[in-house]
């Protein structure tokens, strides 16, 4: 076998193939080949790129984005510019800026509707259009955060970012996580300027003509943008809201093969009526990505994520644990959820506890959480969803580790299997003979390190690069850390950010009305009734 189809073989067990994807009706390659990724590790170091290659667009140009929420006055630097000044002025040199942000519930509820309208109504002053779309289960959500820039008759210079990163508020933070100065409300806990730790994506290469095919799919969707929601509906035509989406100009050819990376990109789209035209029953590829990379792990699974939800998901993971006596799996999530309060606190917490339970009741010392503090001890808002599987598959998306992410609300990540295999040893931690991928070990490593207060240019990195060895670096640290604060913070602090993660316990009668709540409105399931009787994805 030549090393080029050694090489498809082994993308082709990891990723799904088009009978696995299971949605015929889009357009969407399977995977694409020839691809570069950047990993974009917090906000500020987002914006500031995004700022670069948007004020080189020129006229004729695409911009086109989809956002959970968007903040017009969000700095994008220091200095600015502020996101609709950003892109309005892109649409004032003729570039085409599209955009599909959700609707969103009422801002009395602590969403953004008045935001993602606002921001709306700015670029297309300057001639651009954004929509806000609602097309979604009643309760649900658009959370895909995504930006496409084609340039046609150049598309060397096409790029796409996509990943858990939204253009709002408290998302410009950076390695040391002081927080971003302009900010949304949370729990107390995060103090007046949340410190928040993300992770978007840089692609170039034909997986960019995968992204504009999402956009475009959802862009060019024929139901109508609140046809889920009659009081919407009213206000829109009461407020004159455009509802009717403009042509878009004729997708440009996927850009050259640039890159030694495949990318596979996830969607979840849920089970509705009327059906999306692209994916009429819905499109589930995040859950049956994860779901097949999950059982191709023998030594270690990362994970960064915002809640880390839902037995159904958990289980994934525990089934792995017991079928691999040597694997591991370590977690990275928020010390605190993001709100406060005796009705929102107790279903945010039940469903991760379950989870760890669940994982924990298989081997406890397999199974790794740690949250993440500041040098001032303000703890981090982890809103990364990134997912490494023996530093071979990894992906980086908006999709969280739980039921609502995998079924329910629309979402977006990207898989990415570099076909460059890491020369530092152990080649090969999982003895599949895939190998350890360039791309894979470096992403995993760059987050430790920051997590554990090492040289960032690698020097350090001896022992976390054995999964044993790693595992055992991570949790010595974060104990460490944790004697540290119970004996009083005497003495400098050690080095290292991870702390244990102990979640406060909820009590029987409580878990009474926190469970279900948890499960109807936290964490619903947005499957056809069919795979959810047969537990299927």
Not at 79 to 99: N, Q, T, Y
Not at 235 to 249: E, N, S, T, V, Y
Request: net charge negative.
């Amino acid at each position: 076998m030549t090393a080029a189809a050694d090489e498809r073989f082994v993308v082709e067990d990891w990723f799904l193939s088009r009978t696995e994807r299971a949605n015929p009706a889009s357009a969407l390659p399977v995977w694409t080949a020839g691809n570069d990724a950047v990993p974009l590790v917090h906000g500020s170091t987002y914006f500031a790129r995004l700022v670069e290659v948007v004020e080189a667009l020129e006229a004729g140009d695409h911009l086109f984005f989809t956002d959970w929420r968007g903040d017009p006055d969000e700095k994008m630097r220091p200095d600015g510019p502020e996101v609709a000044e950003l892109f309005s002025a892109a649409a004032r040199r003729g570039v085409v800026v599209k955009g599909l942000v959700w609707r969103s519930h009422l801002d009395t509820f602590a969403f953004s509707e008045e935001e993602n309208r606002h921001l709306g109504e700015r670029i297309e002053a300057a001639g651009g259009e954004v929509l806000l779309d609602q097309r979604v289960r009643r309760g649900g959500s658009h959370h895909q955060k995504l930006v496409v820039l084609r340039h046609p008759g150049r598309s060397e210079r096409d790029v796409a970012f996509a990943g858990g990163i939204d253009l709002c508020h408290s998302r410009r933070d950076d390695a040391e996580h002081l927080g971003d100065p302009q900010t949304v409300r949370m729990a107390k806990a995060y103090g007046d300027r949340p410190p928040w730790h993300d992770v978007q994506l840089e692609l170039r290469g034909p997986v960019v003509g995968a992204l504009d095919t999402t956009f475009r799919e959802r862009w060019n969707d024929p139901q109508s943008l609140d046809a889920h929601n009659p009081l919407a509906r009213l206000r829109d035509r009461l407020g004159h809201a455009d509802m009717l989406a403009d042509p878009l100009p004729p997708q440009p050819p996927d850009p050259l093969p640039t890159g030694p990376m495949a990318v596979q990109v996830l969607r979840t789209y849920p089970d509705i009526r009327p059906g999306y035209y692209f994916a009429p029953r819905g499109e589930r590829t995040v859950a049956h990505g994860y779901t097949k990379a999950v059982s191709k792990a023998r030594r270690l699974i990362y994970l960064e994520d915002q809640y880390m939800w839902s037995v159904a998901v958990a289980e994934l993971f525990a089934q792995a644990m017991r079928r691999h006596p040597e694997l591991h799996v370590v977690v990275v999530v928020p010390r605190h959820p993001d709100v406060d309060g005796p009705l929102a606190l107790p279903p945010n917490m039940i469903g991760r506890q379950q989870a760890i339970d669940l994982c924990r009741a298989v081997d406890p010392d397999r199974l790794h959480v740690f949250d993440l503090e500041n040098a001032r001890g303000t703890p981090v808002y982890v809103h990364a969803k990134v997912c490494v599987v023996d530093d071979t598959w990894c992906s980086v998306g908006s999709d969280n580790f739980n039921r609502r992410s995998w079924s329910h609300d629309s979402e977006l990540s990207c898989a990415v299997l570099d076909s460059r295999r890491d020369e530092r040893a152990p080649l090969d931690p999982a003895g599949r003979g895939h190998g350890a991928r360039v791309f894979a070990r470096d992403l995993r490593l760059r987050l430790w390190r920051e997590h554990l207060d090492r040289a960032e240019d690698g020097s350090e990195d001896t022992d976390l690069i054995d999964p044993d060895a790693a595992v055992a670096a991570i949790r010595d640290s974060a104990d460490t850390l944790e004697r540290w604060h119970a004996g009083g913070r005497t003495g400098p602090r050690p080095p290292g950010r991870l702390r244990p993660h102990r979640p406060e316990r909820i009590s029987a009668l409580t878990k009474l009305w926190a469970r279900p709540a948890y499960r109807l409105m936290y964490d619903p399931d947005g499957r056809p009734l069919r795979d959810r009787l047969r537990r299927q994805w």
